[in-house]
């Protein structure tokens, strides 16, 4: 009994572990499956969706509440060996270490480091209805979106969805070196259009040579499909260059706006996703590509 009791304390340990906030710079991940950081796990739709498809998962998640559920679910411990879920804030590399409060919302979709989208309670819109919403400050570690691919290692998709705190990430992320950027990244575009139109230029000088702008109203909450397998608006899975792509920011603007003009400063619920190039300039043989059975991941 002893025995068998000493066993499971050590089986109860190693399973904590895993879903443990990494503190120090050694890598921790040492077999051959596909990276994918989901940056901005949320209720961890997302992560599911790519530990089902055989990816080894590493998460962040600022709120603590949506960390602890997702420690004490029996779907997610069935996942333990290949994910890592950090309860942690993605910052701008300057505001590394930097003591910052994190608004928590009751509808946990809205919580941000900004206080004002933080502490939203959104009457007006039917997407975000909760006019009893409340919010409340925590205090939160930091981590910077190129410390955490140093820590990890090259991706093959980075997904980053953080309510106002992508530019952040993104940012961070394009001072790695070409050989460490994930193949595929994507990005909401829940900030002004003239400011996606930046970071999407920044991707470009950074290597990565494709684009779609994809519609997401019909993923019931979730990213869907990425990779060759996200749907442009304009161009289906054909990736398009930069300036093209972000001509069609405003097509994609106009399905949810319909008979609205389109200006500069809009926002749309829409992402952007992008391809790296070689270092050569030319195309990436990718290994593991998302298949299109992510597709049935999401119904909208």
């Known amino acids: 009994k002893a025995r068998r009791a000493t066993v499971s304390m050590q089986l109860m340990a190693t399973l ?3 879903l443990t906030v990494e503190d120090d710079n050694k890598p921790r991940y040492h077999h051959s499956l596909p990276i994918i950081y989901d940056i901005g796990f949320n209720t961890g739709m997302d992560a599911l969706a790519y530990l089902r498809h055989g990816n080894f998962v590493v998460a962040v998640e600022a709120n603590p509440k949506q960390t602890q559920l997702a420690r004490s679910s029996l779907q997610y411990k069935t996942f333990l060996p290949n994910l890592r879920l950090i309860n942690a804030g993605v910052v701008a590399d300057s505001e590394l270490g930097a003591n910052l409060t994190f608004w928590v919302n009751t509808n946990d979709v809205l919580s941000s480091f900004d206080k004002e989208r933080g502490c939203r309670n959104r009457q007006d819109d039917i997407s975000y209805h909760c006019p009893k919403c409340k919010c409340y400050p925590v205090h939160v570690k930091t981590i910077t979106c190129s410390r955490l691919v140093e820590q990890w290692g090259k991706g093959l998709y980075m997904k980053v ?3 106002g705190r992508d530019e952040a990430c993104l940012e961070s992320m394009v001072k790695l070196p070409h050989s460490l950027l994930p193949i595929y990244v994507s990005f909401e575009i829940n900030m002004k259009v003239n400011r996606v139109e930046a970071l999407m230029r920044m991707l470009s000088q950074a290597g990565y040579y494709g684009f779609k702008v994809v519609d997401q109203r019909s993923f019931a909450g979730g990213s869907g499909p990425f990779g060759e397998h996200a749907v442009s608006v304009v161009s289906g899975v054909r990736w398009l260059g930069v300036e093209e792509a972000i001509a069609s920011i405003y097509t994609c603007w106009k399905l949810e706006h319909p008979g609205e003009a389109a200006r500069h400063t809009n926002t749309a619920w829409c992402d952007v996703h992008a391809k790296l190039g070689s ?22």
């Open 161 to 163: 969805d953080i309510e």
């Open 279 to 300: 270092s050569s300039g030319g195309d990436i043989d990718v290994e593991f590509v998302a298949p299109a059975s992510y597709q049935n991941e999401y119904v909208g």
């Open 16 to 18: 904590a572990a895993m």
